[in-house]
Nanobody, 115 residues
Framework: QVQLLESGGGLVQAGGSLRVSCSAS????????MGWHRQAPGKQRERVAF???????NYVESVKGRFTISRDNAKNTVYLQMNSLQPEDTGIYYC?????????WGQGTQVTVSS
């Protein structure tokens, strides 16, 4: 009954910015965290950032200082502001929501950063 809808992906030049959004719908109880993973072809899926319902955040080292995760709990929406994008940031970004011991995934949104 939980659906995650992502938006905001696209193609940008290196050094540019992009903001991806993920909105959760359906009947959701006790959201523990929301966040983003990313995956490029042939590479390991990587947790990029997450935010707890209480507001604490965490980032993979490679994006610290460039990415900012935020959320609007009233709207069950999480955002990832990505600045100073680099080609290595290219990949499919998957939103997730963790609640009651389960993880729900979005369909993914493509982020492509050109050199």
């Amino acid at each position: 009954q939980v659906q995650l809808l992502e938006s905001g992906g696209g193609l940008v030049q290196a050094g540019g910015s992009l903001r991806v959004s993920c909105s959760a719908s359906g009947t959701i109880f006790s959201i523990n965290s929301m966040g983003w993973h990313r995956q490029a072809p042939g590479k390991q899926r990587e947790r990029v950032a997450f935010i707890l319902t209480g507001g604490a955040t965490n980032y993979v080292e490679s994006v610290k200082g460039r990415f900012t995760i935020s959320r609007d709990n009233a709207k069950n929406t999480v955002y990832l502001q990505m600045n100073s994008l680099q080609p290595e940031d290219t990949g499919i970004y998957y939103c997730y929501l963790a609640a009651l011991g389960r993880i729900y995934w979005g369909q993914g949104t493509q982020v492509t950063v050109s050199s």
